[in-house]
């Protein structure tokens, strides 16, 4: 295939990301919670052994990425993948994967189920991997105050934390929105309310769609929040 018919786009769309090796490729890909299965794991080491240079690179948001890909294998290396029930990560401006720890699953010091609060979210407000967005969009989510997957710089963070009122204890969700990596970081702010189950899918929908509808292309939330006012956007999200 010569070069300027290639639709790199395209194959990004993929999970298929060029490298700075001509004609070599990186697969990204990804397993809801964060979770691959024995025989998920056997077809990422089979891909990597056919296909690659026999290693695989462990992602920050929870994938497994494969490089050395030749063009040549990509749709050879897709069709096995998805054989093996293996999904495909975002990048470019997208909704990106949500990362969460164990949450109470297993980790001692865990509050919340962390794991269902995800399919909630991909179930019940239609918030899934690849949604295209003004600009590329992160979500953490900790089971507990450790903040184990640093919410506080996610365009949404969010972790498990303990209310107490008159009425008593209870177990609910903190959020931090508008923090960001990249080469200009920004520390989301502290909502200052402790969210119920209901209430944190509710918000969760709010900032995504206030997003999807008011950013300009390649404008991170943090910088929308910054041009609007952080209280101007508090106030058109209910919050």
């Not at 010569?2 to 697969?27: C, M, P, S, W």
Request: aromatic share 8%.
């Amino acid at each position: 295939m010569v070069e300027k018919n290639i639709d790199y786009h395209a194959l990004k769309k993929r999970g298929f990301l060029r490298q700075k090796q001509e004609g070599y490729f990186t697969v990204r890909t990804r397993m809801g919670l964060g979770k691959f299965s024995a025989e998920q794991l056997s077809a990422l080491s089979e891909v990597t052994r056919k296909y690659a240079n026999g290693f695989a690179h462990l992602t920050t948001r929870q994938g497994v990425e494969i490089p050395f890909i030749k063009l040549e294998n990509i749709e050879s290396v897709e069709r096995e993948l998805r054989k093996g029930n293996i999904e495909f990560g975002a990048s470019g401006a997208t909704l990106r994967t949500i990362t969460v720890c164990p949450g109470n699953n297993w980790c001692r010091f865990g509050l919340i189920d962390t794991f269902k609060l995800l399919e909630r979210i991909e179930k019940e407000i239609n918030l899934e991997c690849n949604m295209e967005l003004p600009h590329k969009f992160k979500i953490a989510i900790s089971g507990c105050p450790n903040s184990c997957t640093r919410p506080q710089v996610s365009e949404i963070g969010i972790h498990g934390e303990v209310a107490t009122k008159d009425s008593g204890r209870r177990i609910g969700y903190r959020v931090y929105i508008g923090g960001c990596g990249g080469r200009n970081p920004r520390t989301g702010f502290r909502v200052d309310k402790i969210f119920s189950d209901t209430e944190v899918l509710e918000m969760i929908a709010k900032v995504v769609n206030f997003f999807k509808n008011n950013a300009k292309p390649r404008q991170r939330l943090a910088l929308l929040i910054e041009e609007i006012g952080k209280e101007n956007f508090l106030r058109q999200l209910g919050l």
